[in-house]
């Protein structure tokens, strides 16, 4: 079993940065594709971003592409999300997510991907 803990959130300034952090623990082997979610009140589990196991490659949704940037050290089993100039409409939770896979080069965008998920934190950006 595999267990992810968030922290970094808070609130922030609209045209601020903050960086969100997701530690991975337990069962954990060196193939684990991760992705950052957020969900807004009443809105669904939505992609933000995500890294293949061994780091090499991400991707972004539309909305982030060009602000959001995110990392892997896999020594530290630890994934970033560097936010940069935040906008009211990224207030929301951001869930972190994992997967163990075969594949080096997949990149998984969809909630259904994943498998482990941590508690979420909560990042409020105000005008």
């Known amino acids: 079993q595999v267990q992810l803990v968030e922290s970094g959130g808070g609130l922030v300034q609209a045209g601020g940065s903050a960086r969100l952090s997701c530690v991975a623990s337990?069962?954990?082997?060196?193939?684990?594709?991760m992705g950052w979610f957020r969900q807004a009140p009443g809105k669904e589990r939505n992609f933000v971003a995500a890294?293949?196991?061994?780091?090499?490659?991400?991707d972004y949704a539309d909305s982030v592409k060009g602000r959001f940037t995110m990392s892997k050290d896999n020594a530290k089993k630890t994934v970033y999300l560097q936010m940069n100039n935040l906008k009211t409409e990224d207030t929301a939770i951001y869930y972190c997510?994992?997967?163990?896979?075969?594949?080096?080069?997949?990149?998984?965008?969809?909630?259904?991907?994943?498998?482990?998920w941590g508690q979420g934190t909560q990042v409020t950006v105000s005008s």
């Open positions: 337990g069962r954990v082997y060196a193939h684990y594709a």
């Open positions: 997510a994992g997967r163990h896979t075969f594949e080096p080069r997949s990149i998984y965008t969809a909630v259904s991907d994943y498998g482990d």
């Open positions: 890294i293949t196991w061994n780091g090499g490659a991400t």
